[in-house]
């Protein structure tokens, strides 16, 4: 069962919800760990410090305008820089927690088939914000629930109006899962270390047997998230669809410089992430979200 699905490491289901919580499966897809998640991947386990020229950071690529020729308007007060390369541990200590969408994995040279991430990438071809809201409306739209879904808020402005964009969306990974080639939940016992000796009249208890870890959980894409950005900028839902997102690596330390805790202006007091980094992105057939009611769920396993 799980040996035959690791010849992927990922399988990501995609399923389509509409109003009544219906679930339709659309596709099945997988993987593909880019070069930031790659690189902190062995930073964070052999602990042997952070080389900023190696990161390219989503505060980084992803700079937009407070005001017209203003500064870089990624809401953290502790820096004016857009990656905070002053601690390494910070960047040691990132979690994936997470994840972001966009809609141009299409490769436009052969419009019927999907652009192949190079593991070179460090970001989603067009970032798509799960909210966009009239920043005089965020207070309002934005309750303290609604804002804890999401993070790394950007004032934007459309047209000629502001808005308040929300370009990442927070989910729970869950537990690590730890199983045997069956299903059957396993918990590693000394006694297992003998070596395996098929002409022993003894049986190893794993013989023929084996062992696997696996995270599972879901990524939410509400009927609410990324159709507002749709609207405002083309006036209807016609053709709006998803053909990438990605799973991203964050900072949320708290009681450092580095929390990137922001003070509204009208608004209570909340925390934003920092060092942001995409760790994996998918590729995908178009998946349309072309119609108020309906919303996508991922469900999202990662074997090893």
Not at 55 to 83: C, Q, V, W
Not at 123 to 130: D, Q, S, T, V
Not at 188 to 194: G, I
Not at 266 to 282: A, D, F, H, Q
Request: proline share 5%.
């Amino acid at each position: 069962m799980f040996s035959e699905n690791l010849k992927h490491n990922t399988i990501v289901e995609i399923f389509d919800t509409d109003k009544n919580g219906i679930q339709t499966h659309e596709q099945t897809t997988h993987n593909t760990t880019v070069l930031g998640g790659r690189a902190a991947t062995l930073e964070m386990v052999f602990r042997n410090g952070f080389t900023p020229s190696q990161h390219l950071s989503l505060e980084t690529t992803l700079r937009l305008k407070k005001t017209e020729g203003g500064a870089d308007n990624y809401e953290n007060p502790t820096s004016a820089s857009a990656m905070d390369t002053t601690v390494a541990a910070d960047w040691n200590d990132r979690h994936i927690s997470y994840f972001c969408v966009g809609n141009s994995g299409i490769n436009y040279e052969s419009p019927l088939t999907m652009a192949e991430p190079g593991n070179y990438e460090t970001r989603l071809y067009n970032m798509i914000p799960f909210r966009c809201v009239p920043i005089a409306n965020d207070s309002t739209i934005m309750t303290s629930i609604e804002r804890a879904k999401y993070a790394m808020r950007r004032k934007e402005k459309i047209g000629n109006s502001w808005y308040y964009t929300y370009y990442l969306k927070k989910f729970d990974p869950g537990v690590l899962h730890m199983i045997d080639a069956n299903g059957v939940p396993y918990t590693p016992v000394d006694a297992n270390n003998a070596a395996v000796n098929p002409g022993s009249a003894t049986q190893h208890p794993l013989q023929n047997n084996a062992i696997y870890t696996h995270y599972k959980f879901e990524l939410l894409v509400e009927p609410t998230d990324f159709k507002e950005y749709f609207k405002v900028m083309f006036g209807s839902l016609n053709g709006a669809k998803i053909t990438e997102f990605g799973l991203c690596m964050v900072n949320t330390t708290a009681g450092t410089a580095k929390d990137g805790m922001v003070t509204e202006p009208n608004g209570p007091t909340y925390k934003e992430v920092r060092n942001v980094e995409l760790y994996s992105k998918i590729v995908h057939a178009p998946s349309y979200m072309n119609i108020e009611e309906n919303g996508k769920l991922i469900r999202y396993s990662i074997l090893s």
